[in-house]
């Protein structure tokens, strides 16, 4: 195999890489350095009016081709749609990214059992069903690669209120391992990133109505950061972009934890 030059492992020109809970965030932040990498961009989101507006502003920044399409993550039908709208624009489906997720809070004492249902729809079948479409089709292509987006408390516990979706980021871990070997006879990579404390402006809308941390635990979260700050998006994003590039062609079945340091602590 000939090794290819830096600037050419970070290339994704015509390559078309799929996003989900891409209007905000690190999912936003993930599509806007694979927009600068020449990729084309599909935003995939619920939020309709930002989702649209950021493929929209995506394409006049870096001058190439961006699709917003809306999708709920737990619906197979939306997903179903979405991969076939990316095919029926750009002919492919090079990388898919589920990303997309929420993160409200909860006692286990004190949980509805429709809040547990709903964490686990869009944490958990969400990778699932964004998963399944996206290899179908790049078995039909005959490569590609697939990113899912865990959490540092898919390997321990972060704060109290957090099962639900400790549970749902543990079968996120669980689920990529096992899917690298299904797929990896297909030459298709799947692997996971686990972000640590992220400041992101969607952390209140990811709740989707239900409590978001409050002051004091947000606080308590820091404080245990040894670098001692929340991370950008961009600096997951950064990650995802290594993942889906050549310069992680060996990499299959494995996590990335971008923490500053807090398993460590």
């Known amino acids: 195999m000939s090794q290819k030059k830096i600037a050419e492992l970070f290339d994704f020109t015509g390559k078309t890489v799929v996003v989900t809970g891409?209007?905000?965030g690190i999912g936003y932040g993930i599509a806007k350095r694979f927009a600068e990498a020449g990729a084309n961009v599909v935003i995939s989101d619920i939020n309709e009016e930002a989702g649209a507006s950021k493929a929209e502003s995506l394409g006049t920044e870096f001058g190439g081709k961006t699709l917003f399409v809306k999708t709920d993550v737990s619906s197979e039908e939306d997903v179903k749609a979405?991969?076939?709208?990316?095919?029926?624009?750009f002919g492919s489906l090079d990388v898919m990214i589920n990303n997309a997720g929420i993160f409200p809070t909860s006692t286990v004492l004190d949980m509805e059992v429709g809040?547990?249902?709903?964490?686990?729809?869009?944490?958990?079948?969400?990778?699932?069903?964004?998963?399944?479409?996206?290899?179908?089709?790049?078995?039909e292509q005959g490569s590609g690669t697939i990113i899912n987006v865990a959490s540092i408390d898919?390997?321990?516990?972060?704060?109290?209120?957090?099962?639900?979706?400790?549970?749902?980021?543990?079968?996120?871990?669980?689920?990529?391992?096992?899917?690298?070997?299904?797929?990896?006879?297909h030459k298709i990579?799947?692997?996971?990133?686990?972000?640590?404390?992220?400041?992101?402006?969607?952390?209140?809308?990811?709740?989707?109505?239900?409590?978001?941390?409050?002051?004091?635990?947000?606080k308590a979260?820091?404080?245990?950061?040894?670098?001692?700050r929340y991370a950008e998006p961009d600096e997951m994003a950064t990650v995802a972009l290594f993942l889906a590039s050549d310069a992680?062609?060996?990499?299959?079945?494995?996590?990335?934890?971008?923490?500053?340091?807090?398993?460590i602590a």
């Open 189 to 218: 990579r799947v692997n996971a990133i686990a972000p640590g404390g992220v400041s992101t402006e969607g952390v209140a809308a990811m709740s989707s109505g239900a409590p978001a941390m409050t002051d004091e635990q947000m």
């Open 221 to 228: 979260f820091l404080s245990a950061i040894p670098m001692g």
């Open 115 to 139: 809040f547990w249902d709903k964490v686990q729809a869009v944490n958990g079948r969400g990778v699932f069903l964004g998963c399944r479409e996206a290899a179908k089709a790049m078995i």
């Open 154 to 185: 898919a390997l321990h516990p972060s704060m109290v209120g957090l099962a639900a979706y400790d549970n749902s980021k543990h079968g996120v871990w669980g689920f990529t391992k096992n899917l690298a070997l299904e797929l990896a006879p």
């Open 22 to 24: 891409g209007a905000n």
């Open 82 to 89: 979405l991969v076939a709208k990316t095919r029926e624009t």
């Open 248 to 263: 992680a062609s060996y990499l299959t079945g494995s996590m990335i934890v971008a923490d500053g340091g807090s398993l």
